[in-house]
């Protein structure tokens, strides 16, 4: 086939196929083949829901009000029989009411006037009326005698020494002593009066000691990083070893001759004097008061 064939045929078929897509959309809008189903019609839902509440008021005016049902409000057993005053009919209107009228105030007594009308009224209660309101003749009331005029002498000061007469007052007073009975005196002395007791002793002891061993537990503030002060009593010990092997190599080293010759003695007398000198520096630190080693 040539080329030019081939593309031709190849349009042709391209426009078949879109001739085709076509007429299927235009047959499924026109027809109700399998899978498609026909437009809805357009409801509206606001009208007919207007129309439905019409219905049921014209329905409701029809059948005419419905009487309210009255609940029972809760009662006592005690309150079953009585009439309640809340529930009761208002009065009838041909009852006559009192209202409170325009202007009723400004009609009102004064208190003044109310105050006079009542002054009134007791005196009448009382028996005594304004004709008997005559003035009460008036008694002299008995008073206590006054005073006499004279005026108060103070009465003269007297030189007098309180220091003085304290004192000799205390120098007068002997102080009386206790009457204790022999019998008495002798039974509270024991054969350890005067003593402490031994328990006291050893308890004391015991505190000393323990405070002793708190304060070598606590840790030396002049001591280096890394460094502990050394108990006094391990020092002295160990500043006593040194001088026994000191004195010891000492005696050693002086029995050697003053000519040596061999090379075995010099060598021994090499390592003796070596020895003698690390003890001289061992001696030297541990015979100072304080001593720090490694912790």
């Known amino acids: 086939m040539l080329p030019e064939q081939a593309s031709k045929q190849d349009i042709n078929c391209i426009g078949a196929y879109r001739i085709h897509r076509v007429v299927c959309r235009q047959v499924a809008l ?175 002891a015991e505190l000393r000691r323990e405070a002793e061993e708190r304060r070598a537990s606590l840790p030396d503030p002049d001591a280096p990083p890394g460094m502990v002060r050394m108990d006094d009593a391990e020092r002295r010990s160990m500043l006593e070893t040194l001088e026994t092997q000191h004195k010891s190599l000492q005696a050693e080293l002086d029995k050697f001759p003053l000519a040596v010759t061999t090379l075995r003695m010099t060598k021994r007398k090499e390592d003796l004097e070596a020895r003698l000198a690390e003890l001289d520096k061992s001696l030297a630190v541990f015979s100072k008061p304080v001593v720090y080693v490694k912790a």
């Open 30 to 204: 026109t027809s109700n083949f399998r899978g498609h189903r026909p437009a809805r019609p357009v409801r509206d839902h606001a009208r007919e829901n207007i129309l439905a509440i019409r219905e049921q008021q014209q329905q409701r005016k029809k059948e005419g009000p419905v009487p309210e049902k009255k609940k029972a409000l809760p009662k006592l057993k005690q309150f079953e029989n009585v009439p309640s005053r809340v529930l009761s009919s208002p009065p009838a209107a041909t009852e006559k009411r009192e209202y409170l009228r325009r202007g009723a105030r400004d009609e009102a007594p004064k208190p003044v006037d109310v105050h006079a009308s009542r002054v009134a009224a007791a005196k009448k209660q009382l028996g005594r009326g304004p004709e008997r309101d005559e003035p009460r003749p008036e008694v002299a009331t008995p008073r206590k005698e006054g005073l006499p005029r004279e005026k108060a002498r103070l009465k003269p000061r007297e030189a007098v020494d309180f220091v003085r007469r304290n004192r000799e007052a205390a120098a007068s007073v002997v102080e009386a002593a206790p009457a204790t009975p022999p019998e008495r005196a002798e039974r509270a002395k024991h054969d350890d009066f005067g003593t402490v007791p031994a328990y006291l002793a050893q308890r004391k």
